[in-house]
């Protein structure tokens, strides 16, 4: 068995996720999407939405146009599924979520129940779609965004065992079409068992995560019961292709993670990306494990009470020298990146960390089309710092 320190599990675990050395920005952001395996999906626009942010985060300032164009071709390069949560996954992946589709097929239920007239919703995107929830009377009753129209539901519900599919968006909107309509044939035809669906998805996850626990893995292809039972077993089996390894000072048992052996065969090598990392990012969207593999411990606090707040809003992690250094809370305001609020990690200095959140910050001034960067609230000696390597 190999025994990782818990430097080492991080630098891996940054090279599986693009954000060290040139290989990560090779091919775009369609290579991007399959090296991830998954990129979440949010509401959520800040300075972009977090696929966006995602993308920047590990290529730059790439045009968001071309961000766009490369997650929704036409043809069908990826899909709206649910992985980790609501994600965009590359379209060769539709097989392998056959076992969630047949699962929710079974339920017949998400969170809502599932209208009487799905049918004819079926039949109406047969015979008119692509359509939007807007083409068959829009999204919501009026009330909470969970509050959804029974034709919202139904479509949802549609998706959810296959019947149609997502694979572009219209501003906001998915557009909805039958499978057989985007998905390639022979994607359409593959029929997979539960274990081969999840044997495979381990491996992407496994690779895609870089170094990951039980738990990680579960976390990033969000199965329970039986599913999870056979993660276990070709976790242990070896089918997935990944192998056992301890890291030092991460809990549990020997072994306490996993890690395909290509990982393992090459320590990872060159420049760090100095970056604002997005909530949903999947270098952090397990909270746990952020804190387990950064010693970074992070809370999104736009769920929090305004006045009970510590860091901001939507607070974005600043990832410098293969670390997570530090927080800045962004807004736009016209021209202008606003840094509502800059903090550090506790016993880092200003003076030799703050120019990397700067520069962070310019960088993601440019991409947004903002030519300065005010920073409102951080320690005087740090404001001083990033704001010197913003001009």
Known sequence: MTDLTADEARKIILRAQGLIGADGRRGG??????????????????????HELVSYARLGTVTRAKVEGAYWHNPAQSFEY????????????????SFRRRAFRERRYRWHEVPDHVDKLLEQVREEGPLTTADVGGGKKGGPWWDWSDNKIGLEWLLDIGEIACTRRVGWRRVY??????????????????????????????VALGVATRGDLVDFIRVKGRHAEILDEVLA?????????????????????????EALAEAPRGRHRTTLVSPF????????????????????ELYVPRHKRVHGYFTMPVLAGGRLIGRVDPAREGG???????????????????????DALREAAEWVGCDSVRVERAEPALASAVLSATT
């Open 82 to 97: 649910w992985c980790h949560a609501a994600c965009i996954l590359p379209i060769e992946h539709w097989p392998l979520y």
């Open 336 to 358: 202008t990146l606003v840094a509502r609020q800059v903090s550090l990690e506790p016993g880092l200095s200003a003076a030799k960390w703050g120019p990397a959140v700067g």
């Open 177 to 206: 079409d039958l499978a057989e309509r985007v998905v390639p044939a022979d994607l359409l035809a593959e029929d997979l068992t539960d274990e081969e669906c999840i044997v495979r998805l381990a491996r992407i996850a496994g």
């Open 281 to 300: 990012d999947s270098l952090i969207w397990h909270r746990g494990r952020t804190e387990r593999a950064f010693g970074f411990a992070y809370t999104l």
């Open 29 to 50: 952001v369609h290579t991007m999407l399959r090296r991830l395996g998954a990129v979440q999906l949010d509401t959520i626009s800040v300075l972009a939405r977090s």
């Open 237 to 261: 089996s070896g089918a997935a292709g990944l192998v056992p390894v301890h890291v030092t000072g991460w809990p549990g048992k020997t072994p306490n993670a996993w890690v395909s052996p």
